[in-house]
């Protein structure tokens, strides 16, 4: 039986227009997402087999598949939901208070100096990925700040336990088709689609949920 699933969409094909053409979504979503869920499962299933012939000469080759495959099942599942409609006017702009997002916003300007500084630096980092990655905004459970992350391929040069909350997907199966070689251009418009409420959501969660890993004596 199979563990993972590829999840719906939370919108149309058609619903990210202009940032991204349904193409792109369509591709995205039902061929490169769904290869990822296949290939975890796929290597969970090689790992199994391999556990009961004790054949631990695999083990090194299997467990970085699954990191692979695995990874690329959480981002792109965290990215769909990362974004939403311009056209109903609920993705982009800045997170603020009146918004309901103000607790996001007030980590922004804490861990970033200002909502700009922070949107330069995922800009940045998203866009200068070298070859395949992403550019990730994650709560780090030491500190309990917000830090930007690079993410080379899916799982590499992240900081252990930080859980992402936003993520921009620099792979160029995410904007080739519409924006060519201009990787920067793409990311540019992603903020115009970036959902603040769900990114608000997994901020909350994040939280409530990930105790600092090293409590802060007061």
């Known amino acids: 039986m199979a563990i993972y699933t590829l999840p719906e969409l939370p919108y149309d094909y058609?619903?990210?227009e202009p940032v991204i053409n349904p193409q792109i979504i369509e591709l995205h979503h039902d061929k490169h997402h769904a290869a990822y869920v296949t290939g975890a499962n796929t290597t969970l299933e090689q790992l199994a087999e391999a556990r009961e012939k004790e054949n631990w000469g695999a083990l090194n080759g299997l467990e970085k598949n699954?990191?692979?495959?695995?990874?690329?099942?959480?981002l792109?599942?965290?990215?769909?939901?990362?974004m939403a409609s311009p056209k109903t006017g609920e993705g982009g702009g800045?997170?603020?208070?009146?918004?309901g997002v103000g607790?996001?916003?007030?980590?922004?300007t804490e861990s970033f100096g200002?909502?700009?500084k922070f949107k330069k630096q995922l800009t940045f980092a998203s866009s200068a990925t070298q070859g395949s990655g992403w550019g990730v905004l994650a709560y780090e459970p030491v500190s309990g700040r917000l830090v930007v992350e690079q993410v080379y391929d899916h799982?590499?040069?992240?900081?252990?336990a930080s859980t992402p909350i936003l993520v921009f997907d620099a792979w160029e199966h995410a904007f080739y088709l519409q924006y060519k070689n201009q990787k920067v251009d793409f990311i540019e418009a992603m903020w115009n689609?970036?959902?603040w409420q769900d990114v608000a959501r997994r901020y909350a969660d994040a939280k409530a949920n990930t105790p600092l890993l090293i409590p802060v004596k007061g």
Do not use: C, K
């Open 14 to 16: 058609a619903a990210l």
């Open 66 to 74: 699954l990191a692979f495959h695995l990874s690329g099942h959480i």
């Open 76 to 82: 792109h599942s965290i990215y769909w939901h990362n």
């Open 94 to 99: 800045e997170p603020t208070a009146a918004d």
């Open 103 to 108: 607790d996001l916003a007030d980590a922004i």
């Open 114 to 116: 200002s909502f700009e």
């Open 155 to 160: 799982q590499g040069n992240v900081g252990v």
């Open 193 to 195: 689609v970036v959902n």
